[in-house]
């Protein structure tokens, strides 16, 4: 049975009158790429299995954010599927009541083999993060030889009309997604998916970000606009992207979440659980609030929405990214969670 909480709490607001709808859970710190804006070569020191939250405890805590007015989930690690047994994780989550839209964030590696499994368990939509389509350059950015196998991934859920829309997302890079931005309008021409190109953000295991190494939407928008007219659609409230379609009528779509040249800061409703049990209410936050320690001292329900509350409350009115005085928060990509 799924972990109930008690009905009728107020609907979860930040201290900048933002309402909480979106919380992206981590549950592994744990990848099988290397991606280089992401981690090292060598990789990172993994957390020890005791650390991370039980599926029980997700499912606790996501409960009491559904009770909060929480309506979307996105489950991310690391890398999502590497952990054991995740397909009943979501099975869990899909069972609680009042959570509209439960997602997935993945590098595909692992699809094939789990897409049936998934669609079974309730997931209803699926990212893949995949920053080339050419194997070479595939390896490059991953240090992995696994872009075939990946693509069998993505027609795996393709397969599967329960999950749509299909979203593919590429972090732009200049220097390398310049060369990678036609053949990706290409595939979503083709197969009607939507390609996001996603800003290079700060949150390298190397720190070898720069400004200058960001490759921006609106530049992408210019290399596919010489061969391929798009028309932006209208944006959701709190979206991330800017999505737009090709004129010519293919089908497909293109999006741009411009974190960095074009922050949406404004009208944020997300906030982050790093799978060892922190709440993290922005994506550069410097401070966390520990959730898995009251948790396993046995608070009730009641006191753990104040922690959220007053943790929420504090949420940032915007990354700084760019500005003076920036600093990069100390936890990389693959330990917050996308």
Request: net charge negative; proline share 6%; with cysteine.
């Amino acid at each position: 049975m799924p972990y109930r909480v008690g009905i009728g709490r107020e609907q979860l607001h930040d201290g900048h009158g933002r309402a909480i709808q979106d919380l992206r859970v981590s549950v592994t710190d744990r990848c099988n790429f290397r991606c280089q804006y992401c981690m090292p070569a060598d990789g990172l020191p993994w957390l020890d299995r005791a650390e991370l939250l039980t599926f029980e405890e997700i499912e606790r805590l996501v409960s009491l954010f559904v009770s909060l007015g929480v309506e979307s989930v996105r489950l991310t690690g690391g890398e999502p599927l590497v952990r054991r047994d995740f397909p009943v994780l979501v099975g869990m989550l899909a069972r609680i009541d009042g959570l509209a839209d439960l997602s997935l964030t993945t590098n595909g590696y692992l699809l094939e083999r789990d897409a049936d499994a998934l669609v079974a368990a309730g997931l209803r939509r699926v990212n893949v993060s995949v920053d080339s389509l050419q194997r070479d350059r595939f390896f490059q950015i991953t240090r992995r030889d696994s872009l075939p196998q990946v693509l069998r991934g993505i027609d795996a859920i393709a397969r599967r009309p329960e999950l749509r829309p299909i979203k593919l997302n590429a972090v732009a890079m200049r220097g390398f997604t310049e060369e990678e931005a036609l053949p990706f309008a290409e595939y979503a021409r083709r197969t009607g998916f939507q390609v996001r190109f996603i800003e290079f953000m700060p949150l390298d295991a190397d720190h070898a970000w720069s400004e200058d190494a960001v490759l921006t939407g609106d530049e992408i928008r210019a290399i596919l606009e010489r061969v391929h007219p798009l028309e932006e659609l209208p944006r959701e409230p709190s979206a991330t992207a800017r999505v737009f379609r090709f004129r010519d009528g293919s089908g497909g779509e293109i999006g741009f979440v411009n974190p960095v040249s074009e922050p949406f800061c404004a009208d944020c409703n997300r906030v982050r659980l790093t799978s060892d049990g922190k709440l993290r209410t922005c994506l550069f936050s410097m401070h966390e609030t520990d959730m898995r320690g009251p948790l396993r001292s046995g608070a009730s329900d009641d006191q753990l929405e104040e922690i959220v509350r007053d943790a929420v409350w504090r949420k940032e009115l915007k990354h700084r990214v760019g500005e003076p005085g920036f600093r990069q928060p100390p936890r990389t990509m693959s330990a917050i969670g996308g």
